[in-house]
């Protein structure tokens, strides 16, 4: 089954650092960019951060220069590196790939995990 998973998610004070990791199964045939995305309780879903398959970035401007988004091709696996964590990043935190899933498939489709806590507290 193809899917993503998300861990690292968690409680920490206000300036603290954490790390997510967004595993992707081993089944899907093409990884292209992939991305975090958040939504905090009453908002919308929005975007944190991208990568594409060449590793060029773009960033939210509120995460800039406190976030930081990588992935290791070799293991399917998409990073988050959160330092200078404020209230204001509380929220499930979702991974997102743009996928070409088998072999032969026309298109890519846009796949998304479960999604992790994080809680910044003062």
Do not use: H
Request: proline share 1%; with cysteine.
């Amino acid at each position: 089954q193809v899917q993503l998973v998300e861990s690292g998610g968690g409680l920490v004070q206000a300036g603290g650092s954490l790390r997510l990791s967004c595993a992707a199964s081993r089944s899907i045939y093409r990884i292209n960019a992939m991305g975090w995305y958040r939504q905090a309780p009453g908002k919308q879903r929005e975007l944190v951060a991208t990568i594409s398959s060449g590793g060029s970035t773009n960033y939210a401007d509120s995460v800039k220069g406190r976030f930081t988004i990588s992935r290791d091709n070799s293991k399917n696996t998409l990073y988050l590196q959160m330092s200078s964590l404020q209230r204001e990043d509380t929220a499930v935190y979702y991974c997102n790939a743009d996928a070409v899933l088998y072999y032969g498939a026309k298109l890519s489709s846009s796949i998304w995990g479960q999604g992790t806590q994080v809680t910044v507290s003062s």
